[in-house]
């Protein structure tokens, strides 16, 4: 039965609460939906019903194609200046002996030994250094891309541009263009959190706040390019938060165009100062993103990140209005495994992935980071004798 089909039984249902309903309908004829319609969803949306909806978006947009793109991380340093409560990943400087930082040497090594490889970005992000400033990223991108000039180099969220801009004494439009010339070719997501100040403020008051935030990816998309946006989903925020948070990013797509895709983070709560907040169910995982598919009507795409997540609910995903899981050849990123992700050694190579996407009834399609596609697997056939291929970073003393 396709999502249509579904989506019309859904209106004949004589039960169907009359709120469900007003919102069913404007799903179907395209219409956006409100704040507090959107927060209705959070406090009364039934997995099934919002399910239906957001499976309907996506196949409306997207029909079965999922998307997913070969890439490595690189991440510079796990120390940070700033102290973010829900953080597994970085420790503050004064635990030095506990972290690591990379030298540009180690980081050029890094997409040097992908030499060869079919890898088509390095997405780089990491903790925030006084050593990491301005000209050391800038001749970074360079020298990526006089090395590698075809690679796409996404790379540090608002987060890390305004503290290294704040260094560089420049304004953000000043700095995102310097970035842009260095090499720069898109922005990841991170360092959004909960954008609102009562939540904000808890877990995070030290960083960049969310007009900041938002403001730095304004000016990266006046240049006439592209980022994406996360939320971190699941810990002391109320469901409004949420709704309020996506407000914003839907405010500023529909002035400026730039977003391509919406990833949800869900909070992880293993070796941080938030141990004690229980995590989110799969049920609420699955009704998150299938909401932001609903609200976030001016987003292309929806990403939900399989190493995070873990494999199957990354399936189940698919289902809820989600149409990229990432991926990746070789995801060797610690962010992931040190979170607590049901993945701890996260990676799956392309034969894997390939077939995780088809065992739901999904056609896997690989893509670059700006969604153009580079191969369409749906009629591929991996030889069975084919083993894996994965890769190790350089373990650095």
Not at 248 to 260: E, I, P, S
């Amino acid at each position: 039965m396709n999502s249509e089909h579904q989506l019309e039984i859904l209106l004949k249902d004589q039960d169907l609460p009359q709120q469900h309903r007003l919102i069913a309908e404007k799903v179907k004829n395209g219409k956006r939906i409100s704040f507090d319609e959107g927060v209705y969803l959070y406090e009364n949306g039934e997995l099934s019903f919002v399910g239906v909806l957001a499976n309907f978006i996506r196949e409306k947009r997207h029909g079965n194609t999922t998307y997913f793109n070969r890439n490595f991380h690189i991440e510079p340093t796990n120390l940070c200046v700033y102290d973010c409560k829900f953080c597994s990943y970085s420790v503050l400087i004064k635990q030095r002996e506990d972290g690591w930082e990379y030298t540009m040497e180690d980081m050029l090594n890094i997409v040097k030994k992908y030499d060869g490889e079919p890898v088509t970005e390095a997405h780089i992000v990491g903790g925030v250094l006084p050593q990491y400033d301005m000209p050391f990223y800038q001749k970074l991108f360079s020298e990526i891309k006089k090395h590698r000039p075809e690679l796409h180099v996404k790379a540090l969220t608002p987060v890390e541009y305004h503290y290294i801009f704040k260094k560089a004494k420049v304004d953000y439009a000043t700095g995102m263009k310097l970035m842009k010339e260095a090499g720069l070719d898109s922005m990841p997501g991170g360092g959004a959190e909960i954008f609102h100040p009562e939540v904000r403020e808890k877990i995070a008051k030290d960083k960049c706040n969310a007009e900041q935030w938002l403001q730095i990816h304004e000016e990266w998309h006046k240049l006439g390019m592209r980022s994406n946006a996360t939320m971190l989903y699941g810990h002391i925020e109320e469901f409004w938060h949420r709704v309020d948070h996506m407000e914003r990013l839907r405010t500023l797509q529909d002035k400026t165009g730039g977003f391509q895709t919406f990833i949800p983070l869900k909070f992880r709560n293993q070796d941080n100062q938030m141990s004690d907040v229980p995590e989110s169910t799969v049920v609420e995982d699955l009704r998150n993103y299938a909401i932001a598919r609903i609200y976030l009507d001016n987003f292309d795409h929806i990403k939900s990140y399989w190493a995070m997540i873990s494999r199957s609910t990354a399936q189940l995903s698919l289902n809820f209005g989600v149409d990229d899981i990432d991926g990746t050849l070789d995801d060797t990123t610690k962010i992931y495994s040190m979170a607590g992700a049901e993945e701890q050694h996260p990676a799956m190579s392309t034969k894997e992935l390939v077939k995780l996407i088809k065992d739901v009834g999904r056609k896997p399609v690989e893509r670059d980071t700006l969604y153009n596609v580079i191969t369409d697997f749906e009629n591929v056939e991996f030889p069975e004798d084919e083993k894996p291929k994965y890769y190790a970073l350089p373990v650095l003393n």
